[in-house]
């Protein structure tokens, strides 16, 4: 069987460490694609990243490109083209040019890889893969936007610093859009299936809380000059994975919402289901009166942001 064709859209900070977790992880081909200034540079990352292979112990081509034809028969396209914050910068205020920048590789993908699955990292988050959904006119089960895994992996990385166990037996659970008004559902988060709330106080659980809603901007102050990339590209993997090998896996992602929990025409974050059919559910739990006040919230800053979209 050939190997499936994954087109990673920017070929920056995030783009350069998708190309390696993906060929790490043996998912396929790997096309960066950047634009046609940044060709050499990609064409660069991707040589570097194949020169690397054996010493990985993994089989993948990666090659570099600004020509969007060269994603023909892609099977996923994941997208991180677009400015990254500066310290001092919201999401939001990113919006204008990433807008402009979706709806750019939108209509390259709409022509040249049709089938796609796609995955939208571009910040800010929602309302840009509204963005992309609108001008590609792609179902639904095939335009998704990484936010709540990295959001949930946030979590999941400072409770289990807090509490000295392993990461992998965090669970934790959010919905909402993808920024301060997230919603952390504490009810649904565990430790080895045990309550989040029987193993710690709730100070320090709302200090984690906090700190979660404000990790991007932790990091972007840290940087000094750029966001976080290792989290996001790890993220999107994950939800890159689960489509490639239908593993069906359950993540908070930012999905097209048509009258799931009361909300309609909308990405937001809700838990779904990634397997070979792309989004293929969106699972709805019941929320306390508190939880729905915290969406309903959530949901205002997203329609603020999609509205700006102009789209
Ligand atoms: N087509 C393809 N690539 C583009 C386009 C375009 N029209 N416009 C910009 N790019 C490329 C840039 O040339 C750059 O190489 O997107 C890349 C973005 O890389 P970085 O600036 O390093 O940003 P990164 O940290 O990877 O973040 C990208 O993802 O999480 C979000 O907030 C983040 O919006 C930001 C995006």
Known sequence: MARKKIGMIGGGQIGGILALLAAQRELGDVV???IPEKENFVKGKALDIMEATPIL????????????EDLKGAAINIISAGLPRKPGMTREDLLSTNVKIITAVAEQIKKHAPDSFNIVLTNPLDAMVYTFKKITGFPKE???GMAGVLDTSRFRSFVAMEL????????????GG??????????????????ITEM???DKLDAIVDRTRKAGTEIVKLLENGSAFFSPAASAIAMAESY????????????????EYGIDGYYIGVPVIIGSGGVEKILEI???????AQLANSLEAVKKATADTGL
């Open 32 to 34: 960066v694609l950047d």
């Open 57 to 68: 112990r993994c089989d993948a081509n990666l090659s570099g490109t600004s020509n969007y």
């Open 142 to 144: 095939r335009v998704v």
């Open 164 to 175: 000295g166990v392993s990461v992998e037996d965090v669970s934790a659970s959010v919905l």
């Open 178 to 195: 993808h920024g301060p008004t997230m919603v952390p559902i504490l009810r649904l988060s565990t430790v080895g299936g045990i309550p």
């Open 200 to 202: 710690m106080p709730k």
């Open 244 to 259: 490639l090998k239908d593993k069906r896996r359950v993540f908070p992602c930012a999905a097209l919402c048509e009258g």
């Open 286 to 292: 019941k929320l306390t009166d508190e939880e729905k």
